[in-house]
């Protein structure tokens, strides 16, 4: 019977293509748009990722990293006098201007890190020493912006490279390392300097504190830890974990608040962006066509078949074997259109990947859930096709 | 069965196989990318020595504080005899200003002596003269023989005289009162160490003008063989502070560097914080309360005045009424 059902499926090979077609740009479509979006929503907690703090404290009404509110220096000491806090160190993160030799001027996310610690320092560095940074006017640079702040971006060998200089609001500013950092929602490199030097490169203002960053001490989680600082401070304390639920959640009259850090600040950019809309539309609309498209064909597939279907009914076949012959072919159309959707999304992915650009980040909820769409649209159109059999009269075989 | 369409059949089942194979791939390769998971700092920072304790920052600085030695008058330095890290005993000579348009001064006032006491002997000739032609007259014993006029005037004669030589006598006195003022005024351009210490900084050079701003003091004087941390705490912890709490001071930088501190004193005046994080502007953010512990100088490490520490400061459990 399994054998037949293939039989069929294969039988045609215009019928096949289109089946798989529908399927295949259904699941690159879900896949591919859904990962976009997660690698964007990513992007705008890459600072959270490359100044890996267990615990961020901000100010009271912060909902976002890209978004805060400094706070006064002698906040730091305030943190560090909570018995849950192991340490707590100065960070500084802002957008600042980078000039060229050429004159030209690049946008840059500026970190200032305790110079004593250098807690919130890059995690992998790929050239360069780390403890440099204590050196006057230097700085630690990406990957990124050793194309980005070279002169030709085009031609490698006109990378910047260590000992290379530029300004910063016309200071200088010398590299000292390259390190790997995830790049910003913003499009600029991540350039690493001490706290104090931080301060120097940017126009001053009266508070210029962006956020504590802590540790619990041993045996107290990052969630208690927070939770102590906020209560001791009356500072907002993050945990930074990952999106994802928390049990420091919690509804208020102003709406949710957030325990994490990541999680706050993604739903802040699906509250307040349009991203969001821009890409759910387009994943919607890729379940859409590819439930038209594939009910539609396994549909007139089905029609097409529908004597060979008849003459086994009439020969006695039951209706329920017809039923797992025509689900059963309708699973293995959806198992290949998937398996050829993420053939494609791999290309996508690898090139996007290794380019760094654009945005792509693949939760393994998104291959699982798409296969469940797809099957969802195929068992959609098995129905059909069911349906349209269970009313065939196996008779009418004879009558033409 | 056509060539195509088994190609189409199989291939389009291993494409599909490969596809699946392919993303567990890509989700490996960015699963790679991923950056480290948060975790503690390259340089971890000192373990704090209380469970309950209030953070501060202090600054390193000589027992007693740091004497800013200022000059009296703004004027040319001539002479600094002695040199950063000399060690002084109280009194001994810091710094000495040009002197020269006194010593000018003291030349006129010591000729000026030189005629008072001209001129006292000249009053003073004059006076015996005076008397003598006096005691010639008294002598006469017929007094018929001198005229009471004469004799009554010669007597006025030798008290003006006499109050002639008192003159120059207080003329005399009065240049040399001068002359005493020059040397106490040229004594007080000498700038004398005030206490036993160490130079800790020197600004003024010989050849330099010297001023009276107490911001830029000619040079630092200080008792470095015991150093006291100014430690300053957020007004908001304030509450926590009280006298003879331990404490424990990390120099900045060096976590493994750990000192003991003895409470000396709170200040008791709240002042505006000075930023110590070498902002190019002052930036006053708060007020803190500062507290002043001391500590005996270890032999190693070598410690420096101004240099920051980050001072831990036991308090009682905050949740928990002091």
């Given at each position: 019977?399994?054998?037949?059902?293939?039989?069929m499926?294969?039988g045609?090979?215009?019928k096949?293509?289109?089946?798989?077609?529908?399927?295949?740009?259904?699941?690159?479509?879900?896949?591919?748009?859904?990962?976009?979006?997660?690698?964007?929503?990513?992007?705008?907690?890459?600072?959270?990722?490359?100044?890996?703090?267990p615990?961020?404290?901000?100010?009271e009404?912060?909902?976002q990293?890209?978004?805060?509110?400094?706070m006064?220096?002698t906040?730091?000491?305030?943190?560090?006098s909570?018995?849950?806090?192991?340490?707590?160190?100065p960070?500084?993160?802002?957008?600042?201007?980078?000039?060229?030799?050429?004159?030209?001027?690049?946008?840059?996310?500026l970190l200032g890190?305790?110079?004593?610690?250098l807690?919130?320092?890059?995690?992998?560095?790929?050239?360069?020493?780390?403890?440099?940074?204590?050196?006057?006017?230097?700085?630690?640079?990406?990957?990124?912006a050793?194309?980005?702040?070279?002169?030709?971006?085009?031609?490698p060998?006109?990378?910047?490279?260590?000992?290379?200089?530029?300004?910063?609001?016309d200071?200088?500013?010398?590299v000292?390392?390259?390190?790997?950092?995830?790049?910003?929602?913003?499009?600029?490199?991540?350039i690493?300097?001490?706290?104090?030097?931080?301060?120097?490169?940017?126009?001053?203002?009266r508070?210029?504190?962006?956020?504590?960053?802590?540790?619990?001490?041993?045996?107290?989680t990052?969630?208690?830890a927070a939770?102590?600082?906020?209560?001791?401070t009356?500072?907002?304390?993050?945990?930074?974990?990952g999106?994802?639920?928390?049990?420091?959640?919690?509804?208020?009259?102003?709406?949710?608040?957030?325990?994490?850090?990541n999680?706050?600040?993604?739903?802040?950019?699906?509250?307040?962006t349009?991203?969001?809309?821009?890409?759910?539309?387009?994943?919607?609309?890729?379940?859409i066509?590819?439930v038209a498209?594939?009910?539609?064909?396994?549909y007139?597939?089905?029609?097409d078949?529908?004597k060979?279907?008849?003459?086994?009914?009439a020969?006695?076949m039951?209706n329920?074997?017809?039923?797992?012959?025509?689900?059963?072919?309708?699973?293995?159309?959806?198992?290949?259109?998937?398996?050829l959707?993420?053939l494609?999304t791999?290309?996508?992915?690898?090139?996007a990947?290794?380019?760094?650009?654009?945005?792509?980040y693949?939760?393994w909820?998104?291959?699982?859930?798409?296969?469940?769409?797809?099957q969802?649209?195929?068992?959609?159109?098995?129905?059909?096709?069911?349906?349209?059999?269970?009313?065939?009269?196996?008779?009418?075989v004879f009558?033409? | 069965?056509?060539?195509f369409?088994?190609?189409?059949r199989?291939?389009?089942?291993?494409?599909?196989?490969?596809?699946v194979?392919a993303?567990?791939?890509?989700?490996?390769?960015?699963?790679?990318?991923?950056m480290?998971?948060?975790?503690?700092p390259?340089?971890m920072?000192?373990?704090?020595?209380?469970?309950?304790?209030?953070?501060?920052?202090?600054i390193?600085?000589?027992?007693?504080?740091?004497v800013?030695?200022?000059?009296?008058i703004?004027?040319?330095?001539?002479?600094v005899p002695?040199?950063?890290?000399?060690?002084?005993?109280?009194?001994?000579?810091?710094l000495?200003?040009?002197?020269?348009?006194?010593?000018?001064?003291e030349?006129?006032?010591?000729?000026?002596?030189?005629?008072s006491k001209?001129?006292?002997?000249?009053?003073?000739a004059?006076?015996?003269?005076?008397?003598?032609?006096?005691?010639?007259?008294?002598?006469?014993?017929?007094?018929r023989?001198v005229?009471?006029d004469?004799?009554?005037?010669?007597?006025?004669?030798?008290a003006?005289?006499e109050?002639?030589?008192a003159?120059?006598?207080?003329?005399?006195?009065?240049?040399?009162?001068?002359?005493?003022?020059?040397?106490l005024?040229?004594?007080?351009?000498t700038v004398?160490?005030?206490?036993?210490g160490?130079?800790?900084?020197?600004?003024?050079?010989?050849?330099?003008?010297?001023?009276t701003?107490?911001?830029?003091?000619?040079?630092?004087?200080?008792?470095?063989?015991r150093?006291?941390?100014?430690?300053?705490i957020?007004?908001?912890?304030?509450?926590?502070?009280?006298?003879d709490?331990?404490?424990?001071?990390?120099?900045?930088?060096?976590?493994?560097?750990?000192?003991?501190?003895?409470?000396?004193?709170?200040?008791?005046?709240?002042i505006?914080?000075i930023?110590?994080?070498?902002?190019?502007?002052?930036?006053?953010?708060?007020?803190?309360?500062?507290?002043?512990y001391?500590?005996?100088?270890?032999?190693?490490?070598?410690l420096?005045?101004?240099?920051?520490v980050?001072?831990?400061?036991?308090a009682?459990?905050r949740?928990?009424s002091?």
């Open positions: 019977m399994i054998r037949l059902a293939l039989k499926l294969f045609d090979n215009a096949y293509l289109m089946l798989v077609a529908g399927l295949f740009f259904a699941t690159f479509l879900i896949v591919q748009q859904a990962s976009v979006f997660c690698g964007l929503m990513r992007w705008t907690t890459s600072t959270l990722k490359n100044v890996a703090a615990i961020y404290v901000v100010e009404r912060v909902e990293v890209n978004e805060t509110n400094p006064r220096d906040d730091v000491a305030r943190v560090r909570v018995a849950a806090v192991r340490w707590a160190m960070l500084f993160s802002g957008l600042q201007r980078v000039r060229l030799a050429d004159g030209s001027f690049k946008t840059i996310q890190i305790d110079s004593a610690s807690a919130g320092a890059p995690g992998r560095m790929i050239e360069g020493n780390l403890e440099d940074l204590r050196l006057p006017n230097t700085v630690v640079i990406d990957e990124l050793t194309t980005r702040l070279s002169s030709d971006p085009s031609d060998s006109k990378k910047v490279k260590i000992g290379d200089q530029f300004e910063i609001n200071v200088e500013a010398r000292v390392g390259i390190c790997e950092a995830l790049r910003s929602f913003t499009g600029g490199p991540y690493w300097t001490t706290y104090e030097r931080a301060l120097l490169y940017t126009p001053g203002a508070k210029m504190l962006t956020a504590v960053i802590a540790a619990p001490v041993e045996g107290m990052a969630n208690q939770d102590e600082i906020e209560k001791a009356g500072l907002r304390a993050f945990v930074n974990e999106f994802g639920s928390n049990p420091r959640d919690r509804m208020t009259a102003k709406g949710e608040h957030y325990g994490d850090f999680t706050s600040t993604i739903w802040w950019y699906v509250k307040n349009g991203i969001p809309i821009s890409f759910g539309t387009t994943v919607v609309i890729g379940f066509v590819g498209i594939s009910c539609q064909t396994f007139a597939f089905v029609l078949n529908l060979h279907l008849g003459a086994l009914k020969m006695g039951s329920f074997r017809l039923s797992i012959m025509l689900v059963f072919q309708a699973f293995t159309v959806g198992l290949i259109g998937f398996g959707g993420l494609a791999s290309g996508f992915a690898l090139g990947i290794n380019n760094g650009q654009p945005p792509f693949m939760q909820q998104i291959p699982i859930g798409a296969f469940v769409a797809i969802v649209i195929c068992m959609l159109a098995a129905l059909m096709g069911i349906i349209r059999l269970s009313l065939y009269e196996p008779a009418m009558r033409a | 069965m056509s060539i369409s088994l190609i189409l199989y291939g389009s089942i291993a494409a599909a196989i490969f596809g194979v993303i567990i791939f890509v989700h490996q390769t960015q699963a790679e990318k991923q480290p998971a948060p975790g503690n390259p340089i920072p000192p373990q704090k020595p209380f469970v309950e304790s209030v953070a501060a920052t202090g390193l600085e000589s027992l007693s504080e740091n800013a030695i200022g000059v009296p703004p004027g040319l330095v001539a002479e002695v040199k950063v890290n000399d060690k002084v005993k109280k009194n001994q000579v810091l000495k200003l040009d002197d020269r348009d006194l010593r000018a001064e030349l006129s006032v010591q000729a000026q002596q030189e005629i001209a001129q006292i002997k000249v009053s003073e004059q006076l015996a003269k005076l008397r003598s032609q006096l005691e010639r007259l008294t002598s006469v014993t017929d007094s023989a005229s009471r004469e004799l009554e005037n010669r007597k006025q004669d030798v003006v005289a109050a002639q030589v003159a120059a006598k207080a003329q005399l006195a009065a240049a040399e009162a001068s002359l005493k003022r020059i040397s005024l040229i004594e007080r351009l004398y160490a005030p206490q036993d160490t130079i800790l900084q020197v600004t003024a050079h010989a050849g330099e003008y010297a001023a701003s107490p911001k830029s003091p000619a040079m630092i004087l200080g008792d470095i063989d150093l006291q941390v100014r430690a300053d957020d007004e908001q912890n304030a509450i926590r502070i009280r006298a709490q331990k404490a424990y001071g990390y120099l900045k930088g060096d976590p493994s560097v750990t000192f003991p501190l003895e409470f000396i004193r709170l200040e008791p005046y709240v505006p914080k930023s110590l994080t070498g902002s190019s502007t002052e930036r006053v953010d708060t007020r803190v309360l500062q507290v002043i001391s500590l005996e100088r270890p032999s190693d490490p070598p420096y005045v101004g240099q920051q980050d001072v831990y400061i036991e009682p459990d949740h928990k002091p």
